[in-house]
């Protein structure tokens, strides 16, 4: 098992920086996701740790030893791509044994390594059958095998989920976690899809416009943001630019409730406001509850008007407008209403100091 490190990586490619000085340590046995929105860099970075594409500044070790100026069959990584790129005139164990004999290693010992990791993803029966034979779900299984047959230090997946329909996606992610927990083989997946990175992750960094936005475990990123950035990209949320009110609630700036009167927010969590002209605070919106009756507190509740529902199965989202200016988006459990609201209908909201939550960054 090995740890990553990546230290001041930049990639410029002609004018346009694809990373800039990109900061990162992986740790041994770690399962880690490059998360970010298409084209911020994260297929550039695991190229770089794989070795398949030179940084313009930075250096990258593995388990402690500078690799920066390896080749990537020095590096000792096992690599999975989106589109599988098995060969499609070998067969299954012919495969998964390419880079066994490229290593020159003796009949028996192939047999039995390709037999071993295909048995890892449940292919042992399938050794005979050609790629085209086979599910776009057992392609991958076979490129994984073949990535781990020959004893990777680390393993790189770029996207390797993401040609499979949601049913099969889902179970391979089950698979692939379990797998990777068996071996305990430190794990880089590059991935544009949140919940994939939530669900199979001990951490996850978070990337955007080539710059580290944060590196955290899936239950931190997804409840303390550090920035807008970060909170926009994992789920949906409701983010209001505030200045310090009265009595220790805050104004949202750009929410009014009334004429000149600002939607007031309570939070459990203190704000760094000194010498700051702008800070900022997310609600999450299936923090969001639904009263039955207009309550009759200042902060943490507020009437709205609906504006659009989306029905997604378990639950409703709600876009909502306030009376004078501003949004609300809200997912209500499909438990909560017999019918959903309609457009125009009023709803009164309300939600728990501990669910405003200040962002660190304030940007
Ligand atoms: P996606 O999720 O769409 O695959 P990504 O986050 O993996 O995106 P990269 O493929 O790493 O993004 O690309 C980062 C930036 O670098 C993009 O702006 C891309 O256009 C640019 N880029 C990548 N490879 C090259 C290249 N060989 N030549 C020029 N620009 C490139």
């Known amino acids: 098992m090995m740890s990553i490190t990546v230290k001041e990586i930049s990639k410029q490619f002609g004018d346009n920086t694809a990373l800039n000085q990109v900061d990162l ?34 250096s990258v070790s593995i388990n402690g030893k500078d690799v920066t100026n ?41 047999k039995k390594k390709v037999e071993e990791v295909l048995k890892l993803v449940h292919l042992e029966e399938f050794t005979k059958r050609m790629p085209h034979q086979l599910s776009g779900g057992q392609q991958q299984r076979v490129a994984i095998a073949r990535a781990l047959a020959i ?19 889902k179970e391979m992610q089950t698979e692939l976690r379990l797998l ?3 071996i305990g083989i430190t794990t880089v997946l590059v991935t544009h899809d949140q919940e994939e990175a939530l ?6 960094g978070v990337l955007g416009d080539g710059h580290v936005k944060q590196v955290d475990a899936p239950l931190t990123i997804y409840r303390q943001p550090k920035n807008r950035f970060v909170a926009e990209f994992i789920g949906q949320v409701n983010i209001f630019e505030v200045e310090a009110g009265m009595d220790g609630t805050f104004a949202a700036k750009h929410h009014k409730v009334a004429k000149n009167q600002a939607l007031l927010l309570e939070s459990a969590y203190d704000l760094d406001t000194n010498n700051e ?12 509850q639904v009263a039955g009756a207009k309550g009759n507190k200042e902060s943490n509740e507020v009437e709205v008007t609906v504006v659009h529902t989306n029905y997604i199965g378990d639950s409703l989202r ?4 306030l009376a004078e200016q501003g949004d609300l988006l809200l997912h209500i459990s499909d438990t909560v209403f017999e019918e959903p609201p309609q457009p125009g209908e009023t709803l009164y909201l309300y939600w728990n100091s501990t669910d405003i939550i200040p962002l660190a960054d304030k940007e």
């Open 25 to 58: 340590t992986i740790k041994e046995g770690e399962f880690f996701s490059l998360l970010g929105p298409s084209g911020c860099g994260k297929t550039t970075l695991l190229n770089i740790i794989a070795g398949f594409l030179p940084a313009t500044t930075g």
């Open 277 to 288: 002209d702008k800070s900022l605070m997310m609600l999450r919106p299936e923090r969001i």
């Open 70 to 110: 390896l080749p990537p069959y020095q590096r000792k990584i096992g690599m999975v791509f989106q589109n599988y790129a098995l060969f499609p005139h070998l067969s299954v164990f012919d495969n998964v044994a390419y880079g066994l004999k490229v290593k020159k290693m003796s009949k028996k010992a192939i």
């Open 199 to 204: 669900s199979l992750s001990d951490r996850i």
């Open 318 to 321: 709600v876009h909502a407008s």
């Open 180 to 182: 990777q927990q068996r």
């Open 151 to 169: 004893e990777p230090s680390v393993l790189l997946l770029d996207e390797p989920l993401s040609n499979l329909d949601a049913k099969l996606r």
